[in-house]
């Protein structure tokens, strides 16, 4: 189950990238699970990782080999298992996938980054993983995007990608990426997985700040559970190949700036629509807050709210919920009188009570619409900010039930 229609974008090749995705049947006999990224000498790499104590051995190793390298010229990716809460034995799993990979591209095992997602706890097959890499090899493609993006995926319902072509002084520049994620989705860095590609010449410390800045406005503004997975992850290569530099000081750095955010926070509301068991996608704005952490604060406390949630689920516009929830999110000085609460355009709630204007019938075809808006104005500043979630239904609760069955 998900929101909206599935995509059909054609994701454009980025000059400097190939991709090959095969099966190893790491869970599922047949499904496609690895995925190798094939980066161009020279390509220099940023990556935002998973804050979470228990940060799975994959995470461990792309730090070390981010830390230790200058390039990066491989990106491995398994599915079906996360290789997190496996140890030093999960470290030296990830490391063999790494020096295998090395091997058979001729670079430094330090220039392989791994990434993996699935179940927690459980060993990786490195046998099977590290005799599908050559496989991995021969079906190295620039045009395979789309195969790619079904290949990382564990619990979604369908893949996740997009492109921009941006004109830069003139000249073509390609952004492409892609993602996975539908379940454990709180992020604090990023979340998930998402692997980002473009043809540009940047520098590497504006890349990151760039990145950084989209991750921010993007997937920092989902969440499915409240849950900030182990394995986390979101990385952009930046091959050059184009020819084209982006100055960060011109218009190009703010056109480059704009378009990464903007495939971000399309990745970010795949994710969200293709949530477990979601049925609606929910945007949560909270307008005249005093500052944006405080904007923040409020509106995840609305998010991830299993009481709104479950009403959204049943198109109940149970507004109380939603009072509740600005309630309790630690604004210790509020003035609830100077709060007001609307379903999208229709005050539900201000002066501590229900709005005189409000009518059931009214709010009742808001909350039941495919895309719900909520929108609370705290009435103490001019800081704001959306938060993108979705509801929280009976398949939820059985997909997660069963993940491991």
């Known amino acids: 189950m998900a929101v909206g229609e599935r995509s059909a974008q054609r ?34 790499c940023s990556a935002l990782l998973t804050r979470n104590r228990f940060r799975a051995a994959p995470v461990l190793v792309t730090e ?6 200058g390039q990066v010229r491989y990106w491995l990716v398994n599915t079906g ?30 220039e392989v980054l791994v990434f993996s997602t699935g179940v927690i706890g459980e060993p990786l097959p490195v046998d099977r993983i590290v005799e599908a890499v050559p496989q991995a090899f021969a079906e190295l493609a620039g045009d395979a995007w789309e195969a790619a993006a079904c290949g990382i995926m564990t619990t979604d319902t369908r893949p996740k990608g997009t492109s921009r072509v941006l004109n830069i002084a003139g000249q073509p520049v390609t952004l492409t990426g892609i993602a996975k994620g539908a379940g454990m989705i709180r992020p604090d860095m990023a979340t998930m997985l998402a692997f980002l590609a473009t ?39 930046a091959t050059g190949r184009s020819g084209v530099r982006v100055d960060a000081a011109e218009d190009g750095g703010r056109c480059f700036v704009a378009a990464l955010t903007e495939v971000c926070q399309s990745l970010a509301r795949a994710i969200v629509c293709d949530g477990e068991g979601a049925t609606r996608l929910v945007s949560v704005d909270v307008i005249e807050a005093a500052d944006a952490a405080e904007a923040a604060r409020v509106a ?12 959204v689920f049943a198109g109940d516009p149970n507004w109380g919920r939603i ?24 005050c539900v709630a201000e002066n501590a009570a229900r709005s005189q204007h409000y009518q059931e019938s009214q709010a009742v075809a808001r909350m039941s619409a495919e895309e719900v808006r909520i929108r609370v104005a705290l009435g103490r500043g001019d800081a704001a900010t959306r938060v993108w979630t979705c509801d929280l239904s009976y398949d939820y609760i059985k997909i997660n039930a069963e993940y491991r069955s």
Request: proline share 3%.
């Open 11 to 44: 994701l454009r090749p980025v000059a400097g990238v190939r991709l090959g995705t095969v099966a190893v049947g790491i869970r599922k006999p047949d499904r496609p699970d690895l995925v190798l990224f094939e980066l161009a000498e020279g390509t220099h």
């Open 64 to 69: 070390q080999h981010l830390a230790a390298s």
């Open 81 to 110: 298992c996360a290789n997190a809460g496996t140890g030093a034995q999960g470290v030296r799993a990830a490391l063999s996938c790494a020096r295998r990979v090395a091997e058979q591209g001729h670079c430094a095992v330090s």
């Open 199 to 237: 043809d540009a010449v940047l520098e590497p410390d504006w890349a990151a700040q760039a990145l950084r800045a989209a991750v921010d406005a993007s997937f920092h503004r989902i969440t499915v559970d409240g849950d900030t997975s182990t394995n986390d992850a979101c990385v952009l290569a």
């Open 300 to 311: 995840f406390t609305i998010a991830e709210s299993p009481l709104v949630k479950t009403a």
């Open 323 to 346: 009072l509740a929830a600005v309630g309790r999110a630690g604004v210790a000085d509020m003035d609830v009188d100077r709060v007001r609460i609307y379903l999208d355009d229709l």
